[in-house]
């Protein structure tokens, strides 16, 4: 597709529940990123991957969360044994080049995961 | 600690008017900054941007003004439309992370 692609759309889990949560960025993009947006707030920095490598995960508010990018295109966000504070909208976005620098990212439209 | 601010949460302008929309922020590590437009149960859709060594930068009916020294970021939309109308956010790049404001909900009234 055109854009960033993300599924599932809207995802319902009771608390302890393990949730993966998929994201296919833009074919060829170098870089992929991973956001939490709670409601009311902008989105807020979990991770960062340069192709399949890891590069930056210091968002990431628990060690429940883990990303993976392996073949460096279709990444997947888990988060594991689910609590209620994780309830939000998971944006994932990605950029054609390397790094941060000067370039924008192109975003999907997110998946809001519910916690019961 | 919220390194970019947007103060105002919502913004109601008239159909063919301005719409002036702020953000300010606190990191003078800040070297490009970017305004993003979401609409309801979408992602942000990136509308336009500026580098640090730049003070304007024009779009059609978008400009972004960028006052460094009052670490200042405003985004002027004119003539404003009803299809203007969604929660805008400014977003600050330090080169190696994007910092979000909380978002201003724009409505445009026809």
């Known amino acids: 597709g055109a854009g960033v692609s993300q599924s599932p759309r809207y995802k319902v889990a009771k608390r302890g529940q393990d949730v993966a949560l998929r994201c296919d960025p833009i074919?060829?993009?170098?870089?992929l990123f991973w956001y939490q947006q709670a409601l009311g707030q902008g989105p807020e920095f979990l991770t960062y991957?340069?192709?399949?490598?890891?590069?930056?995960k210091s968002g990431l508010p628990s060690d429940r969360f883990f990303a993976e990018r392996p073949e460096g295109s279709v990444s997947t966000l888990k988060i594991q044994r689910t609590q209620q504070e994780d309830s939000a909208v998971y944006l994932c976005?990605?950029?054609?080049?390397?790094?941060?620098?000067?370039?924008?990212?192109?975003f999907g439209d997110g998946t809001r995961l519910s916690i019961l | 600690d919220q390194q970019v601010k947007q103060n105002s949460p919502s913004l109601s302008v008239q159909e063919g008017r301005i719409s002036i929309l702020n953000c300010d922020y606190t990191?003078?590590?800040?070297?490009?900054f970017l305004w993003y437009k979401k609409y309801p149960a979408e992602g942000p859709t990136f509308l336009i941007s500026?580098?640090?060594?730049?003070d304007k930068n024009e779009d059609g009916r978008f400009t972004v003004f960028l006052n460094k020294s009052a670490k200042h970021l405003s985004l002027h939309i004119v003539p404003s439309q009803p299809g203007d109308s969604a929660v805008y956010f400014c977003?600050?790049?330090?080169?190696?992370?994007?910092?979000f404001g909380t978002g201003t909900s724009l409505t445009v009234i026809p």
């Open positions: 990191n003078s590590m800040f070297d490009y």
């Open positions: 976005a990605s950029s054609p080049t390397g790094g941060y620098s000067n370039q924008p990212q192109h």
């Open positions: 977003a600050a790049d330090t080169g190696n992370q994007f910092y």
């Open positions: 991957f340069q192709n399949e490598a890891q590069l930056d």
């Open positions: 500026i580098s640090s060594i730049k």
């Open positions: 074919s060829g993009h170098v870089s």
